[in-house]
Nanobody, 129 residues
Framework: QVQVVESGGGLVQPGGSLRLSCVISGMTLDAAAIGWFRQAPEKGREGVGCISGRHGNKYYTDSVKGRFTISRDSAENTVYLQMDSLKPEDTAVYFC??????????????????????WGKGTLVTVSS
């Protein structure tokens, strides 16, 4: 059984930083695509960034390029989202998703790329002064 658990959310001032963690069990990162998504109130779920567990190629949505960085720790089966220069518009619940994939493309930014059972419950990030 695959389990996905996010942590690290919280309240941060504009310009600040947070690091989110996504711990995955039941699936090895070396054969997976891992994505970070966010959903703000009354908005749809948006792909933030994603990574190939095997090859390490990464993709980001334009609004976070240069500010957010995805990394993985295969030994810990954990994926991180380092968020710097945070803005109020980054406020959202952030979700992690995983899918078994050997070849990962930019489509990993789409929610439909992942099975419905392979999502975490999310962690809230609030950027406010």
């Amino acid at each position: 059984q695959v389990q996905v658990v996010e942590s690290g959310g919280g309240l941060v001032q504009p310009g600040g930083s947070l690091r989110l963690s996504c711990v995955i069990s039941g699936m090895t990162l070396d054969a997976a695509a891992i994505g970070w998504f966010r959903q703000a109130p009354e908005k749809g779920r948006e792909g933030v960034g994603c990574i190939s567990g095997r090859h390490g190629n990464k993709y980001y949505t334009d609004s976070v390029k240069g500010r957010f960085t995805i990394s993985r720790d295969s030994a810990e089966n954990t994926v991180y989202l380092q968020m710097d220069s945070l803005k109020p518009e980054d406020t959202a619940v952030y979700f992690c998703a995983v899918e078994s994939r050997l070849l990962v493309t930019r489509r990993c930014l789409e929610p439909g790329y992942y099975g419905s059972d392979y999502w975490g419950k999310g962690t809230l990030v609030t950027v406010s002064s």
